[in-house]
C-alpha cells in the first residue's frame, strides 16, 4: 500500500532552519507531483510548496525566499527546507502526492518560538 512518511519536525527559534523529508512507498515516485501543505491550529489545510514531476516547483507567496522543496526519485523522497522560519510558521505539515489518486501522510508537527 501507499505510504508517506514525515521527517524532521520539531521545535525551533525565529530565525532558524529546519529540514522536513518525505519517504514515499507503493508508488513509481517519479512520476508523481508532490507537495507540502500545512495546517495551523484551527485553521484550513493550505499548500506551502510542490514540485512536479519535472521539477518545476511553486511555492506560497508566505514563504517564497525561505522555503525550497526538492525531489531525489533515486530515494523517493520529497524534502522542504525551511529557513528564517517565523512563529507563523508554526503548524502541523503534511506531505501529499498526487497522480491518478493522492495520498496524505501523516503530518509532522513544526513549532517556531523563542
Do not use: H
Amino acid at each position: 500500500q501507499v505510504q508517506l512518511v514525515e521527517s524532521g519536525g520539531g521545535l525551533v527559534q525565529p530565525g532558524g532552519s529546519l529540514r522536513l523529508a518525505c519517504a514515499a512507498s507503493g508508488i513509481t515516485f517519479s512520476l508523481y507531483y508532490m507537495a507540502w501543505y500545512r495546517q495551523a491550529l484551527g485553521k484550513q489545510r493550505v499548500l506551502v510548496a510542490a514540485i512536479s514531476s519535472d521539477g518545476i516547483t511553486n511555492y506560497a507567496d508566505s514563504v517564497k525566499g525561505r522555503f525550497t522543496i526538492s525531489r531525489d526519485n533515486a530515494k523517493n523522497t520529497v524534502l522542504l527546507q525551511m529557513n528564517s522560519l517565523k512563529p507563523e510558521d508554526t503548524a502541523v505539515y503534511y506531505c501529499y502526492a498526487r497522480r491518478f489518486s493522492s495520498y496524505w501522510g501523516q503530518g509532522t508537527q513544526v513549532t517556531v518560538s523563542p
